[in-house]
Nanobody, 117 residues
Framework: QVQLVESGGGSVQAGGSLKLSCAAS????????MGWYRRTAGKERELVSS???????AYIDSVKGRFTISRDNTKNTLYLQMNSLKTEDTAVYYC???????????WGQGTQVTVSS
């Protein structure tokens, strides 16, 4: 069973930075596509960024130029560097792995990111 454990969330002022980590069991980081989702109360979950097994990355428009997704296959860890944070980035962020038919098989438990003005 694949396990994903996020860390690195917290509270920061607008304009600040946080780096999220997602530690995965097994070799899923190197073998699968992975993504970062976020969910805010009252809103649907959204895919913030993804990276496929070949290393191609994608971002939603609202985070382009501010967030960077990366992975370290030797550490089986996925990252999300978040810079120039805005209050609207406040959400619970989830790590996900191994997309099949537009849905991810494995999910982490989430980590809270709170950005204050």
């Amino acid at each position: 069973q694949v396990q994903l454990v996020e860390s690195g969330g917290g509270s920061v002022q607008a304009g600040g930075s946080l780096k999220l980590s997602c530690a995965a069991s097994g070799n899923v980081v190197s073998m699968c596509g992975m993504g970062w989702y976020r969910r805010t109360a009252g809103k649907e979950r959204e895919l913030v960024s993804s990276i496929d097994s070949g290393g191609t990355t994608a971002y939603i428009d609202s985070v382009k130029g501010r967030f960077t997704i990366s992975r370290d296959n030797t550490k089986n860890t996925l990252y999300l560097q978040m810079n120039s944070l805005k209050t609207e980035d406040t959400a619970v962020y989830y790590c996900a792995a191994c997309p099949i038919s537009n849905e991810y098989l494995y999910w982490g438990q989430g980590t809270q990111v709170t950005v204050s003005s």
